[in-house]
């Protein structure tokens, strides 16, 4: 098994280092994100409440979620855009909170890199802490709050906002994902921590690189 875990908080380079380590070490890439979007996305298409925690459960588990390294599926249908939406990026992390869509998208997540031979570059918020705890590599990315937002605001989630409301989500986001119960967002043991601050693009990528045992 070779697993790179990258966890960090939104708008620090996650996806984009992610991806371009991937590519560099020739191995799949997987969004953790991206799977609980589209978990969130199916309650949303359900009209299930979203305080209604054991609605939510039944909808997730009912729910056929596919993903590869560029694709995310939701019943058949390619939700890659649709996930990225105000909404859902309002909504995620109270769907995402309970312990019951924790456990079944963590078992999406690890039976993905399972069937991609047990190697793969997985970036999200609990990848090194509880989704791949003996992962290879662990790498746990920060940045300060207003390079966040400057980075934030130009992603589709972040459409129409301006960076005062798009400071205000992230810092709400970071309460809620570093005081939930299940699975908080913490730099696991073991990880480097990467300040992305004043780095480029290239130079994180770098830096994790020379990380990876062999290379």
Known sequence: ?????????????????????????????????????AATLAVLRAGASIDDEAAVIAVVYQAAIGFDDTTVWLDGDDVSAAVRTPEVTATVSMVSAYHGVRGRVVAMQRAWVAEHGGKAVVEGRDIGSVVFPD???????????????????????????????????????????????????????????????????????ARVLALVPGR
């Open 135 to 205: 992962a290879d590599v662990k790498v746990f990315l920060t940045a300060d709050p207003g390079v966040r937002a400057e980075r934030r605001s130009g992603d589709a989630e972040a459409a129409g906002k301006d960076i005062e409301r798009v400071a205000a989500d992230l810092a709400a986001r970071d309460r809620a994902d570093a005081t939930r119960e299940a699975s908080p967002l913490v730099a696991a043991a073991g990880a480097v921590v990467i300040d992305t601050s004043e780095l480029t693009i290239d130079e994180v990528v």
């Open 1 to 37: 098994m070779v697993v790179i875990a990258i966890d960090g908080p939104g708008g620090v380079g996650k996806s984009t280092v992610a991806r371009r380590v991937a590519a560099a070490l020739r191995l799949p890439y997987l969004d953790t994100g991206a799977t609980y979007r």
